[in-house]
């Protein structure tokens, strides 16, 4: 800095009052942190450990390893794992592709992109609740607007009960979440859009590239790093769905749509066993874990310039 | 100059927070009326209506005490009394006769068996009297007796040419809705509640019950997974796979097949007692006054008992106001109130079904009930009866739906709920 | 550069089919929430209302038994105002620290804060529970707007860390010249230049605290403190058979979120860039 005079003994006390103001503005939102977040996750560690059965005294025996090895035990667990992840995959795959298409369409040079810019990000501010029970309303086997649409269109002979299979179900619910997720989608990839030079595209066509051959080599190739970083991203958020499911199907039907978090949530609350659910709850943890080393890795080699 | 701005931040920021937690922590009233919070749910039984009139009713001939109610779905009534008991936020709470073996273990609401009369014992009829008790103590007070009836289209029956003697049991009712689809009345004929909850555990049972079976063997032990368990729920399939039941049934509730029944889609269904007033009120169906009420169903076995659903109000253990919360349950469960509403909830009390001024005002109902209250069907009286209803219920969804045969699903079940 | 009419046709047609998928389900709700009960459970269903019927809408504003949702509407302003205002507040002052100083533990502790936004809220719920049953916050407004931070502040954080950066640091140094301090600078200086960045940090706050589910579910109880969410939840399942309602509750609840989106609609777009990737 070009006023700091030369003297050390100046410069370390600047230093240390640098560090002390650093440490007065980081006080409230350090406070926030390990008030609101880093002390609860020990907490449910400790409560993952021991034997809770009741809100009411949270104490109970140590038990080791015990709620992990009976968590993982049981078929429930594994299938609802088994059914997270293919929610995540599955959501997650066509977020990205539409998300992709659509962010082409926002960043064309077209009339009224911003009128259809606005329009796009509508299904993003509407609140997760709401958005379930707008497509339990669509998918309603009797007065479902879905049944209704595609009978009138003459597609469907007789009314389906979208919602009554386990199968069924979990498609729809990712159908009701891809389709609250692809703004989100869009715009985060729209901004990586933007930013490819449009020389290159100019010299691509001087050089009579085809359309594919632009998209491959030119498109995807700059487009990777922030598809890479909305992957990651989508992925920790899909392993921990649980409102639009709350809202839709509460899990059913025959546990077709019973995630992880769902399924945590129903040990802890539902059957009040709070060791059990914290330790669930720490697996869900352990794998969000990993999967944000790999985001910030991510963002780190994306010339952030924050860490 | 820049730690007097830091100061100034600091003391503002303290002050505000100061400010807040004083706001959070002064009581609203002044006055010395006590106001009680109380959590019922809007579903069968009582509509939320009746209960707010009721209230009022109270708190005119008890100025001091006001009665604040919140209404929440079945669905979400348990885990509300859960979530809320740490807190202390309800004095009253509408508790299901299968949680008291859960709330007691783990101290959620209060025994309450010192405040019972023993004479209730034989005033009370026997499905309601045993609602709320756990290992020989009463945490609740019994808010009427219920069990699920049959409900079918008169209209539709009729235009097969059956009569209500057909319905008597279950083989009947399916002939009947053979003929009516037959003869295009209905696409599906019946509808259940079948959703993964606990609706689908009443369903079930109560036709476990109709084939001879139970919920537990001798020991207490869930042993659905028996010939009987499993004959039950392959019947039900098969009216699936015949096209007799509406195969939506795996995504509705109660209200769900009440609707069914008052649109004029369905001509049967089991529900609780208040959908006879409420699939025959011209402003909610388009059926109003051909929607007849009967006992169950009879199996195989002649037998037709109905499944329990009795409810009690309960008071949790964080209360601030025991006795004046207890004072608001007498009143509602008592008779003079009850047997102003025997439609909603049918009473407690003997002395009530042979009062010709009560059981006239729902003659029909009344008359279904003395064999729906006479033989009763209970689900398991344990404490970890939700995991082991949970298990059950995504069991048979798997059956119904054909993912599993219903024995493996029911083996399944058993074997988790042992767990 | 001109396109081939066809390109042309293609892009407009995506456009348009983009639109209306985006759009139909949300204003197949608001036409819902305006028909009957009779129109809405009708085969075949149809699509206008024969009859325009804001009766839900009347009495979800003035029926006593509806108290429950105004009261949400209500709890759930309180709150979000209240989590925007500590999160700006805690942000600003951390974030001029991530983007201005240089202090030991800086990367870790920026890369904590931005660990703990991607936890689960489900790991968080017990340990929260009884920490707000113990001090009587449950079924209080005040203690979601405080478990609502562990969500919001990170983010906000985050946000106004990348928007800070793009502040050039000579207008604060010429302010420090003529005598201001280091906060004055933040507050005369940084501020008033990164507004666009404090209204995006302010406005996903907000939304952020609007949708938020899972806490105000397991932490209210009561119309003190239950919040839209939990009432359109509460809603589909007290009426599950009547959609009409539940979609005239739900248009309400979406309606907030809904029109500052779209009004902030770049600011949308840059904060989600500067949340997710950079500024």
Redesign the interface.
């Known amino acids: ?3 700091t005079p030369a003297v050390p003994t100046r410069k370390r006390r600047w230093r240390h009052s ?2 002390f ?6 006080a ?3 406070l ?2 390990f008030g ?6 020990i ?2 560690g400790v ?1 993952a450990f021991t034997d809770v059965r009741s ?1 009411m005294h ?1 104490k109970g025996p140590f038990v080791g390893f015990g709620n992990f090895s009976k968590a993982m035990t049981s078929n429930r667990f594994w299938s609802s794992m088994g059914r997270t992840l293919y929610f995540t995959i599955v959501s997650t795959a066509a977020e990205l592709v539409i998300g992709l ?2 962010a082409g ?1 926002l960043n ?3 009339r ?1 992109r ?17 958005n379930g ?6 998918f ?1 086997a ?2 479902g ?1 879905l049944n ?2 595609l ?2 269109l003459g597609i469907l002979n007789s009314y389906k009960v979208w919602l009554g299979t386990p199968w069924g179900a979990m498609n729809m619910v990712i159908i009701a979440d891809v ?1 609250k997720t692809v ?2 989608v869009a ?2 990839l ?3 859009l933007a930013s490819i030079p449009e020389e290159l595209y ?1 010299a691509a ?1 001087i050089d009579r590239a085809g359309r594919w051959k632009t998209f491959w080599s030119i498109t995807v190739p700059l487009m990777l790093p ?1 598809i890479s ?2 992957m990651i ?1 989508r992925v ?1 958020e899909a ?2 769905v ?2 639009v499911i ?2 839709m199907t509460r899990g059913g039907p025959a546990d077709g749509t019973k995630t992880i ?1 769902y399924y ?2 129903t040990t ?2 539902s059957d009040q066993n ?1 060791g059990i ?2 330790a669930l ?2 697996i ?2 352990i794998v ?2 990993l ?2 080393a790999i ?2 890795r991510a ?1 780190r080699r ?6 | ?2 730690n007097r ?2 100061r100034a ?1 600091v003391a503002g ?1 303290t002050a505000t927070v100061m400010a ?2 004083m706001a ?2 002064t009581p609203k009233e002044s006055d010395d009326t006590i106001t009680l ?1 109380a ?1 019922f749910m ?2 069968a039984g009582y509509s ?2 009746q209960i ?1 009139e009721m209230l009022r009713a109270y708190e005119a001939d008890n100025p001091g005490i006001k009665v ?1 109610a ?4 079945y ?2 009534l348990h885990d ?1 009394i859960v ?2 008991a ?2 202390g ?2 004095d009253i709470v509408l508790l299901d006769v299968i949680w008291p073996a859960e709330f007691a273990t783990t101290n959620i609401v209060i025994d309450v068996t010192d405040r019972y009369d023993p004479a209730w014992e034989q005033d009370m009829l026997g499905g309601a009297y045993g609602t709320a008790f756990y290992d020989g103590k009463a945490y609740g007070m019994p808010w009427g007796p219920s069990t699920k009836f049959f409900y079918y289209n008169e209209e539709m029956v009729n235009a097969v040419g059956a009569t209500e003697a057909d319905l008597a049991t279950w083989d009947g009712v399916l002939a009947v809705a053979k003929k009516i689809k037959e003869a295009g009345l209905a696409e599906y004929p019946l509808a259940w509640s079948w959703m993964q909850a606990e609706a689908v555990i009443c369903d079930y049972g109560q036709l476990l019950g109709a084939f001879g079976g139970d919920f537990t063997d001798a020991d207490g032990n869930l042993a659905v997974n028996n010939a009987v368990g499993v004959s039950t729920l392959a019947w039900m399939k098969q009216t699936i796979d015949d096209g007799l039941t509406n195969p939506a049934s795996t995504t509705f ?1 109660e ?2 097949v ?2 069914a029944l008052a ?1 004029g889609e369905t001509a049967f269904g089991l529900n609780w007692e208040s959908t006879l007033v409420d699939a025959n009120d011209p402003d909610q169906s388009v059926v109003a006054g051909k929607i007849k009420i009967l006992p169950t169903p009879a199996g195989p076995t002649g037998l037709r008992p109905g499944i329990n659903g009795a409810m009690a109000l309960s008071i949790p253990t964080n209360s601030k106001n025991v006795d004046a919360a207890w004072d608001v349950i007498l009143y509602l469960t008592g008779k003079d109130n009850q047997d102003k509403y025997p439609t909603g909830w049918p009473p407690n009390w003997v002395s009530s079904y042979s009062d010709p001024a009560v059981t006239g005002q729902a003659p029909e109902l009344f008359a279904a009930a003395e064999i729906g209250y006479a033989d009763t069907i209970l689900r398991p009286t344990v404490p970890n009866y939700n995991s082991a209803s949970d298990a059950l219920q995504a069991a048979i969804q798997a059956a119904l739906v054909g993912s599993k045969t219903p024995q493996q699903a029911l083996d399944e079940a058993v074997a988790a709920a042992a767990q | ?1 001109r ?1 081939r009419l066809h390109t ?1 046709i293609g ?2 047609l ?2 348009i089919v ?2 209306i ?3 139909a ?2 204003a ?2 608001i036409i ?1 929430s305006f028909q009957t009960q009779a129109e ?2 009708a ?3 149809r699509w206008w209302p024969g009859r325009f019927f804001p009766d839900r809408y009347v009495s979800i504003f003035t029926n006593p ?1 509806n108290d ?1 949702f105004r009261e949400a509407l209500m709890n759930s302003l309180i709150v979000s105002v209240g989590v925007v205002i500590v999160a700006m ?3 600003v ?2 974030a ?4 201005r ?4 533990f ?2 870790t ?8 936004y ?16 113990n001090v ?5 407004v ?1 203690g979601l707007i ?2 609502d ?2 969500l919001v ?2 983010f906000v ?1 985050w946000i106004l ?2 928007y800070f ?1 793009t502040v050039p640091v000579e207008l604060e ?1 010429s302010a ?2 003529d005598g201001a ?4 600078a933040l507050i005369r200086i940084v501020l008033p230049s990164a507004r666009p960045g404090l209204v995006t940090a302010a406005m996903f706050a907000f ?1 952020l605290a ?2 938020e ?2 806490y105000a ?3 209210t ?4 403190s239950k919040t ?3 009432a ?7 009426y ?2 009547d ?1 009409g309602l ?2 005239a509750g ?1 248009v309400l ?2 309606l907030p ?2 029109i ?3 009004f902030f ?1 770049r600011s ?2 840059s904060g ?2 500067a949340g ?4």
Request: hydrophobic residues 55%.
């Open positions: 800095m070009s006023k640098q560090g103001f650093a440490a007065c503005l980081l409230p939102a350090i926030v942190v609101i977040i880093i002390y609860p996750i907490q449910t409560y809100a949270p298409g659509i369409l064309a040079k077209i009224g911003w009128l259809l810019r606005t329009v796009v990000v509508i299904p993003w501010a509407i609140p997760t609740i709401v029970a707008l497509w339990k309303g669509i309603h009797q007065y607007s209704a649409l009978t009138q389709w703004p989100l715009f985060l729209l901004a990586g100019e066509k922030a970083i909305v991203l920790i392993f921990k649980f409102d709350y809202a978090a945590t949530y802890a609350f709070y659910g914290s709850a720490y869900i943890v969000i874990a999967l944000s985001y910030l963002l994306s010339e952030m310039s924050l860490i | 100059m820049k701005t830091i931040i920021l807040v937690a959070a922590c919070n959590l809007q579903q939320q209506e707010d604040k919140t209404y929440v779905s669905e979400a509300k979530t809320s740490p807190a936020t309800y509730l209200d769900d009440q609707k649109q | 550069m396109m042309k892009l407009y995506g456009a983009t639109g998928v985006m759009l389900p949300f197949w709700m819902a809405l459970v085969r075949p269903l038994r429950v507040v805690v942000g002052l951390g001029y620290a991530f983007a100083l240089r202090f030991r800086r990367s502790i920026l890369m904590t804060f931005l660990f703990t991607m936890l689960p809220q489900i790991a968080l719920l017990i340990p929260l529970y009884l920490i707000l049953a009587g916050l449950l079924d209080n005040i405080i478990v931070c562990s502040v990170p954080l860390s990348n950066l140094e420090w010249i301090s280091r906060l004055g939304l609007w949708d589910f899972m579910l397991i932490f109880s009561s119309t003190a839209v969410p939990v359109v939840a509460e809603f589909s399942g007290r599950s058979t959609f539940v979609a739900g609840a979406a979120p809904v500052i989106a779209a609609q949308v777009a989600l860039v997710a990737v950079k500024a």
